[in-house]
T-cell receptor, first 114, second 111 residues
Framework: DGGITQSPKYLFRKEGQNVTLSCEQNLNHDAMYWYRQDPGQGLRLIYYSQIVNDFQKGDIAEGYSVSREKKESFPLTVTSAQKNPTAFYLC?????????????FGDGTRLSIL | GQQLNQSPQSMFIQEGEDVSMNCTSSSIFNTWLWYKQDPGEGPVLLIALYKAGELTSNGRLTAQFGITRKDSFLNISASIPSDVGIYFCAGSTSGTYKYIFGTGTRLKVLA
């Protein structure tokens, strides 16, 4: 099946710990994105990547880091510097940036603090 | 970051009723998208609109790209229980990576 796979579905973080959320796509999409979703709010962009080995900060990048070593993969690390990490994290991809192509989403990872 | 104004925030309707919701922006957009999100899952693309005045259907769903390019509308006809969820709009300007997302309309259908 073609699509975007996020793992794990649920993740718990201890104080001072870094955690990494996985996002893999087999849609052959060039662009990938990470969003954060809080209750009652729209999606807020954390980071995005147009091509391999390149990524840019979104609106709320502080406390997060990403890498794009492969076209299919765009992992997100929530660092200990992110003081309010509890949220639903969504990964998305699109054919290319700048062409108004729709973004397609994975099923999300819910991160909670222990 | 900027967000779109989406209304209503939530609505209860009876099964079989038609539903209307809208999204407005202070900016002009070249693309409007409508998504549905079920609890604990990611948003699923319903309809994409690329031209002012465009009217596009997907089954019982119909969406319109407003003539002013600052708004969009989604209608659901003859609602059924599985229509329950949160509906998001998203808008984008030409040649940009960024979609601005609305805050969502939560739909609850009473059988």
């Amino acid at each position: 099946d073609g699509g975007i796979t996020q793992s794990p579905k649920y993740l718990f973080r201890k104080e001072g710990q870094n955690v990494t959320l996985s996002c893999e796509q087999n849609l052959n999409h060039d662009a990938m994105y990470w969003y954060r979703q809080d209750p009652g709010q729209g999606l807020r962009l954390i980071y995005y990547s147009q091509i391999v080995n390149d990524f840019q900060k979104g609106d709320i990048a502080e406390g997060y880091s990403v890498s794009r070593e492969k076209k299919e993969s765009f992992p997100l690390t929530v660092t200990s510097a992110q003081k309010n990490p509890t949220a639903f994290y969504l990964c998305a991809s699109s054919m290319a940036i700048g062409t108004n192509q729709p973004q397609h989403f994975g099923d999300g990872t819910r991160l909670s603090i222990l | 970051g900027q967000q779109l104004n989406q209304s209503p925030q939530s609505m209860f309707i009876q099964e079989g009723e038609d539903v209307s919701m809208n999204c407005t922006s202070s900016s002009i957009f070249n693309t409007w998208l409508w998504y549905k999100q079920d609890p604990g899952e990611g948003p699923v693309l319903l309809i994409a609109l690329y031209k002012a005045g465009e009217l596009t259907s997907n089954g019982r769903l119909t969406a319109q790209f407003g003539i002013t390019r600052k708004d969009s509308f989604l209608n659901i006809s003859a609602s059924i229980p599985s229509d329950v969820g949160i509906y998001f709009c998203a808008g984008s300007t030409s040649g940009t990576y960024k979609y601005i997302f609305g805050t969502g309309t939560r739909l609850k259908v009473l059988a």
